[in-house]
């Protein structure tokens, strides 16, 4: 069974047993089990199912693998003949999570 969710701003097309890096889930740790709700679309064939914008009743579950930080991104500003250079780095903290089971 397919589904597309929305999770933490984005959205995904997912089926069970899938891998997925998103932004962390908050107050989760590894081994953990998310509760996703916000599910747009699911089903296959002739059951497949669209919702306006949700479907209703329909969740996906998923097991936080592991909590990690993405790659470093350097910001680099630089103001021509000002004399005004600035440089930060950030890294984006991320949940790998598995798609465990989808309910419609």
Known sequence: MKATIKTQG???NVSEG???IVNRY???EAGATVEINDVL???????????AP???????????LENKRGKKVIVFKKK???GMERKRGH???LSVIKIESIKV
């Open 91 to 93: 890294r984006q903290e």
């Open 26 to 28: 908050p107050n989760t």
């Open 80 to 82: 021509k003949r000002k």
């Open 18 to 20: 899938d891998i997925l």
């Open 41 to 51: 679309a699911a089903g296959e064939g002739e059951n497949f199912k669209v919702g």
């Open 10 to 12: 984005q959205q995904f």
């Open 54 to 64: 949700l479907l209703e009743g329909a969740s996906v579950s998923a097991k936080v």
